[in-house]
């Protein structure tokens, strides 16, 4: 007896070799039929035996190729179209949208195998993919994603490369990328002024000219990187010289798992990282035998490691003498990266000696994702190449939410039904280029996952950019989220966290609902609303910005407000040569003087930085914090400094007597990793001191903790607070998908948008009862 | 005479009466109009321009100027940025109770001769004292009439390519407030920058074409008065960090404070946007005069699609600029 049924496969089932999949399985189980994509995934009709069909449906689950991943199912019956064999049938541009997004991914295996292989027509061919790796996101110009609609349209395949497109019994059946030396996309290597370098082989030209200690930008999968040999000291000087970037970490690229154990500690899981599709730059323990030029990562205890992840990459590595590359986004000083050619040889003349450029256009640029493993788990720096824009499944019906994030390492989340689309990494909203990046590619995912326009989000911020841009959209409301609601919404729903939850929300500065500047924060609430139960003690910040891009004056003005007149002589003991400038500060908080009030623990951090001598004026975001945070060692627990809690209307953390003890340590010329140390367990037992009381003020709250907000970078933090309320019998939750930095505050802000839609809505349904 | 003003010398009788003789009219002399009361003068026929501000300034007295002289320059520039040329000028005093009189010669002395260096006529005002704590001080209302000479003023119509000039360093007043309300706690060597600009701006509009707009960066500076045009003209504005004139002393005091040049209040500057061709010429006129002799080309316009204001750093980015906002909260995390 032969049936018909039809089977919708809805998740990431485009792009990954589903349909061939698909064409094996109901040829291996003698089934007719067809297999198509749609606007909602993969439609498939099948005709044949039953028992056939359940093997076959049985397989589509658990056999399905190692990029797909499926989120649902449905099997109907159907009227039999007599279909005498099975067919892969072209896309159909219609249905509602379910659509996914492909992913880029790192090279495969297989690929590599070829590649390597003498005998291979693509031996040794840089741009070898197939329906399991390779370009996605980053070359697609209109879904449902097929070659035309990419910027593979260029190239025209050749015999060969379409005999394996159409087979679908190859490995490469429908790779819309498919390429070869004869059809595909070639390198090409250019001057410094973008004139054309003749050589044989642009690539062993490269090697060449990066062994000689040359810079040269390298077009990559989602832009242009600044390359240069890792372990040659005076070009990695000169690339920071160029580049005018004087210490912040530079990622490098090893050759293979085995050179970066050279370099750092790698233990299962980030091994796993480093491999994985996704390809991130993970953040490793330098390791002993540590053997970079020092300026690639000065001052610090970990390096920020990938594997090549493009076959170009694993080709300029190939050279045993030269194992690491310094791998830096190639972009001017607070400008998005650079991924379009013209651009490349324009913003970097004088920045790269040479070019390595290939001719297949970026659409949609993507900087590498960064993450490192924090107490056992994934900590997000930045999300972006390989995982975005993936969508997460939420419970609730998010459709026509767009939540447009914050000031800094921004991104934007978009919501479609249970699904939540969370951008690229875009960076900071300073600059008209950055903005207009943003714009551009969230006008693309507008697009692509085609929603209604209804609800706005945005931080209350009354300075972000985002305030200004949402203006250009018109949505049919704008709601504005608290900053560090929005970092605790996040964490909750990544956990699927009912009811309501202790939110521990250490982190740099966001707007208050008090005028202020909060960032160390302890909430109790849901994603609907909170109730703030503790937060730092506020001081000055005279000269606003001026006091985070220069710690001392923060590490002063906190002094003088704590401390008055015996504060004003120990900031004036620790920073001898700025006596001046001291009682100017002193000045400008007595008369409120372009002052702000804020309580963050980033700020918290900067001041005890900077009276540390560690960094008393950053060079980067968040410098101070990070150089002070490499001081602790998260495997020790040291002894916390005193301070105190004040219970007035919720508690305030006062750490007046820990500031004064630091300084006078710091006077004493005691040992500062220690101090350090100390200083970090003082926010630990600060934080344990609150949930202990609260917890004797609120017996009936839930024990539910959710920890965000950046500085759970910070590995001592992480450790130590989470350990200490494990004991204490709390549950405790950190960010594992999302960044806890601002970068995963606009799916925090979808979030909360999407719980206040819904209790709207309960409220107006009681009402119309 | 008393030396502090009382209540009584705002009440209409024998004291009001001696204050407006011995210190208005002994400035402002007592011309046929000169009556406080209602003045009556002739205009030519035709269109004229009407403008009032009030002026509270703290403090009062300041370097390169005082509440006086910023009270008749003020208004007389917002005329002359519009193109007209002032004529008339009417003011009223809000005087707190125990105000020195002495002072308040003074600032009606500066005003008058602000008047007489520009030949504009103080042809009416008005006198209020109010109790001790009512008030700080004083504060001045101006009120000009101009009168639309030639005929020809500004187009209000830009294209690409249009240059920007300043007719001199940005944030000068500003900061000389600033150290005068002793602030710093240092002394700045720095004059506030308050002057009338009726002779140079009529002077570019008369003898150069293609002028598209002129305006005076007072408080917000001049970020936010080129913001204002961009939004309200909807063009894309690009100015450069390295051409902006600010004087050593200002920048010094800007980093300090955590204060941006850009946002400090000016009192004796203009914005000119001008046809590409002619900026030369526009150029060679201001610089002319004592207060036009450091003006500078600062930049573009660059589109004319959205109305944004842009900043070129020295790093090759550009900053997108908006005005400003009261204290400006940190944005940085
Ligand atoms: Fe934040
Ligand atoms: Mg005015
Ligand atoms: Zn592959
Ligand atoms: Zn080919």
């Known amino acids: 007896?032969?049936?018909?049924?039809?089977?919708?496969?809805?998740?990431?089932?485009?792009?990954?070799?589903?349909?061939?999949?698909?064409?094996?399985?109901?040829?291996?189980?003698?089934?007719?039929?067809?297999?198509?994509?749609?606007?909602?995934?993969?439609?498939?009709?099948?005709?044949?035996?039953?028992?056939?069909?359940?093997?076959?449906?049985?397989?589509?689950?658990?056999?399905?190729?190692?990029?797909?991943?499926?989120?649902?199912?449905?099997?109907?019956?159907?009227?039999?179209?007599?279909?005498?064999?099975?067919?892969?049938?072209?896309?159909?541009?219609?249905?509602?949208?379910?659509?996914?997004?492909?992913?880029?991914?790192?090279?495969?295996?297989?690929?590599?195998?070829?590649?390597?292989?003498?005998?291979?027509?693509?031996?040794?061919?840089?741009?070898?993919?197939?329906?399991?790796?390779?370009?996605?996101?980053?070359?697609?110009?209109?879904?449902?994603?097929?070659?035309?609609?990419?910027?593979?349209?260029?190239?025209?395949?050749?015999?060969?490369?379409?005999?394996?497109?159409?087979?679908?019994?190859?490995?490469?059946?429908?790779?819309?990328?498919?390429?070869?030396?004869?059809?595909?996309?070639?390198?090409?290597?250019?001057?410094?002024?973008?004139?054309?370098?003749?050589?044989?082989?642009?690539?062993?030209?490269?090697?060449?000219?990066?062994?000689?200690?040359?810079?040269?930008?390298?077009?990559?999968?989602?832009?242009?990187?600044?390359?240069?040999?890792?372990?040659?000291?005076?070009?990695?000087?000169?690339?920071?010289?160029?580049?005018?970037?004087?210490?912040?970490?530079?990622?490098?690229?090893?050759?293979?798992?085995?050179?970066?154990?050279?370099?750092?500690?790698?233990?299962?899981?980030?091994?796993?990282?480093?491999?994985?599709?996704?390809?991130?730059?993970?953040?490793?323990?330098?390791?002993?035998?540590?053997?970079?030029?020092?300026?690639?990562?000065?001052?610090?205890?970990?390096?920020?490691?990938?594997?090549?992840?493009?076959?170009?990459?694993?080709?300029?590595?190939?050279?045993?003498?030269?194992?690491?590359?310094?791998?830096?986004?190639?972009?001017?000083?607070?400008?998005?990266?650079?991924?379009?050619?013209?651009?490349?040889?324009?913003?970097?003349?004088?920045?790269?000696?040479?070019?390595?450029?290939?001719?297949?256009?970026?659409?949609?640029?993507?900087?590498?994702?960064?993450?490192?493993?924090?107490?056992?788990?994934?900590?997000?720096?930045?999300?972006?190449?390989?995982?975005?824009?993936?969508?997460?499944?939420?419970?609730?019906?998010?459709?026509?939410?767009?939540?447009?994030?914050?000031?800094?390492?921004?991104?934007?989340?978009?919501?479609?039904?249970?699904?939540?689309?969370?951008?690229?990494?875009?960076?900071?909203?300073?600059?008209?280029?950055?903005?207009?990046?943003?714009?551009?590619?969230?006008?693309?995912?507008?697009?692509?996952?085609?929603?209604?326009?209804?609800?706005?989000?945005?931080?209350?911020?009354?300075?972000?950019?985002?305030?200004?841009?949402?203006?250009?959209?018109?949505?049919?409301?704008?709601?504005?989220?608290?900053?560090?609601?929005?970092?605790?919404?996040?964490?909750?729903?990544?956990?699927?966290?009912?009811?309501?939850?202790?939110?521990?929300?250490?982190?740099?500065?966001?707007?208050?609902?008090?005028?202020?500047?909060?960032?160390?924060?302890?909430?109790?609430?849901?994603?609907?609303?909170?109730?703030?139960?503790?937060?730092?003690?506020?001081?000055?910040?005279?000269?606003?910005?001026?006091?985070?891009?220069?710690?001392?004056?923060?590490?002063?003005?906190?002094?003088?407000?704590?401390?008055?007149?015996?504060?004003?002589?120990?900031?004036?003991?620790?920073?001898?040569?700025?006596?001046?400038e001291i009682n100017i500060l002193k000045m400008m908080i007595e008369r409120n003087l372009n002052t702000v009030y804020a309580g963050t623990c980033g700020r918290l951090f900067d001041a005890v930085s900077a009276i540390c001598g560690v960094t008393t004026v950053a060079s980067y975001d968040g410098e101070a914090a990070i150089q002070l945070a490499e001081l602790a060692n998260e495997q020790l627990i040291y002894q916390p400094y005193p301070f105190n809690l004040e219970d007035t209307n919720g508690f305030t953390i006062d750490f007046s007597k820990m500031i004064k003890e630091i300084s006078m340590d710091v006077l004493a010329s005691k040992d500062i990793p220690t101090i350090s140390g100390r200083f970090h367990e003082t926010i630990v037992q600060a934080i344990v001191a609150v949930m202990v009381r609260l917890e004797k003020k609120k017996p009936m709250a839930n024990k539910n903790v959710v920890l965000s907000g950046g500085s759970f970078h910070n590995r001592y933090l992480r450790k130590r607070i989470r350990a200490e309320l494990l004991q204490r019998d709390f549950n405790v939750y950190v960010p594992e998908n999302v960044p806890c930095n601002d970068g995963g505050l606009s799916y925090g802000q979808l979030v909360v948008a999407a719980a206040k839609r819904s209790a709207n809505k309960c409220v107006l349904e009681y009402q119309q009862k | 005479m008393e030396k502090y003003i009382s209540l009584a010398h705002g009440d209409g009788g024998e004291l009001s009466h001696r204050l407006i003789k011995d210190v208005f009219i002994e400035s402002f002399g007592d011309g046929d109009s000169a009556l406080f009361d209602a003045a009556s003068v002739d205009i030519p026929v035709g269109r004229i321009a009407v403008t009032t501000d009030s002026f509270v300034i703290k403090p009062i007295f300041f370097p390169g100027g005082s509440i006086g002289k910023l009270a008749v320059a003020g208004t007389i520039n917002d005329l002359a940025v519009s193109g007209a040329k002032p004529v008339y000028l009417t003011c009223g005093f809000v005087i707190e109770e125990g105000f020195p009189i002495l002072d308040l010669k003074k600032i009606v002395h500066d005003m008058a001769n602000e008047a007489k260096k520009t030949g504009v006529s103080i042809i009416a005002g008005d006198t209020k004292v109010v109790e001790r704590g009512s008030a700080d001080g004083v504060y001045i209302n101006t009120t000009g009439i101009g009168i639309y000479e030639l005929n020809k003023g500004c187009s209000l119509e830009f294209e690409e390519g249009d240059a920007i000039l300043v007719s001199g360093t940005i944030g000068d007043h500003g900061v000389a407030v600033l150290g005068a309300r002793g602030e710093l706690g240092i002394t700045v060597p720095i004059n506030s920058d308050c002057a009338s600009l009726n002779r140079m701006l009529a002077e570019v509009l008369e003898h150069t074409n293609g002028v598209r707009i002129m305006r005076d960066p007072t408080r917000g500076g001049l970020a936010t008065t080129l913001v204002e045009i961009a939004e309200d003209f909807q063009v894309t504005m690009k100015i450069n960090e390295l051409d902006l004139p600010v004087r050593e002393e200002v920048h010094g005091v800007c980093d300090l404070l955590g204060f941006d040049p850009l946002y400090l209040a000016n009192e004796g500057k203009a914005i000119i946007i001008v046809a590409q061709q002619e900026k030369e010429k526009v150029l060679d006129i201001l610089r002319e005069y004592p207060e036009g002799k450091d003006a500078v080309v600062i930049g573009s316009i660059v589109g004319k699609e959205k109305g944004h204001l842009l900043l070129e750093t020295p790093l090759g980015s550009k900053r997108l600029l908006t005005r400003l906002s009261g204290t400006m909260f940190p944005r940085i995390c």
């Open chain 1, 1 to 580: 007896m032969r049936t018909a049924v039809k089977v919708a496969v809805q998740g990431r089932v485009q792009g990954v070799g589903f349909r061939p999949f698909v064409f094996q399985l109901a040829d291996k189980y003698y089934l007719n039929g067809t297999v198509q994509n749609n606007m909602d995934g993969v439609k498939i009709h099948l005709e044949g035996e039953p028992a056939a069909i359940q093997l076959f449906l049985a397989d589509l689950k658990n056999k399905a190729p190692r990029l797909s991943k499926i989120n649902e199912i449905v099997v109907n019956g159907t009227e039999s179209e007599n279909a005498e064999d099975f067919t892969i049938i072209a896309s159909e541009r219609s249905g509602t949208s379910m659509l996914v997004i492909p992913i880029d991914s790192a090279v495969c295996e297989d690929c590599l195998n070829e590649m390597n292989d003498p005998k291979d027509f693509r031996y040794q061919y840089p741009f070898i993919n197939c329906t399991q790796c390779g370009p996605r996101y980053t070359i697609i110009e209109e879904l449902p994603y097929d070659r035309p609609y990419t910027s593979m349209k260029e190239f025209p395949m050749c015999e060969d490369c379409r005999r394996e497109y159409e087979d679908p019994t190859n490995r490469r059946h429908h790779a819309q990328p498919i390429a070869c030396p004869k059809c595909g996309p070639k390198l090409r290597l250019l001057g410094s002024h973008g004139e054309e370098i003749d050589s044989e082989n642009p690539l062993i030209e490269t090697i060449k000219l990066l062994k000689e200690g040359n810079i040269i930008a390298i077009k990559g999968l989602g832009g242009y990187h600044l390359c240069c040999d890792a372990r040659n000291e005076r070009a990695v000087v000169e690339l920071r010289r160029r580049k005018k970037r004087p210490l912040r970490p530079l990622a490098v690229m090893a050759a293979s798992i085995s050179a970066v154990v050279q370099l750092a500690e790698v233990d299962n899981a980030e091994s796993e990282l480093l491999r994985s599709s996704e390809a991130p730059i993970v953040v490793l323990k330098k390791s002993c035998k540590y053997e970079l030029a020092p300026s690639v990562a000065p001052n610090m205890g970990t390096i920020g490691v990938m594997l090549p992840y493009t076959p170009h990459h694993h080709l300029l590595l190939a050279d045993p003498e030269l194992p690491c590359l310094v791998m830096t986004s190639a972009n001017p000083s607070g400008l998005p990266i650079v991924f379009k050619d013209d651009e490349a040889t324009r913003y970097l003349e004088g920045i790269a000696d040479y070019f390595l450029m290939h001719n297949r256009e970026i659409l949609h640029p993507v900087d590498d994702s960064v993450v490192q493993l924090n107490d056992g788990k994934v900590d997000f720096f930045r999300r972006s190449r390989g995982y975005v824009p993936d969508p997460f499944t939420t419970t609730s019906d998010v459709t026509g939410i767009v939540a447009f994030g914050g000031q800094q390492k921004t991104t934007f989340t978009i919501g479609r039904n249970e699904q939540i689309f969370v951008g690229p990494h875009i960076g900071d909203l300073e600059n008209i280029e950055t903005i207009d990046h943003y714009q551009h590619e969230l006008m693309h995912l507008l697009t692509w996952i085609d929603i209604p326009k209804e609800t706005a989000v945005i931080d209350t911020h009354p300075y972000y950019q985002v305030q200004r841009l949402v203006k250009e959209y018109n949505f049919l409301e704008v709601i504005e989220v608290q900053h560090h609601h929005a970092h605790m919404a996040a964490c909750m729903d990544e956990h699927q966290l009912s009811g309501q939850a202790y939110g521990i929300i250490l982190d740099g500065t966001g707007y208050g609902l008090d005028g202020k500047i909060w960032g160390f924060e302890i909430f109790y609430g849901d994603a609907v609303g909170f109730e703030r139960m503790a937060h730092l003690h506020y001081t000055p910040l005279p000269g606003s910005e001026k006091c985070i891009r220069e710690p001392w004056r923060n590490a002063a003005a906190m002094l003088i407000a704590l401390h008055g007149e015996e504060g004003l002589d120990l900031a004036k003991a620790i920073f001898t040569d700025k006596s001046l």
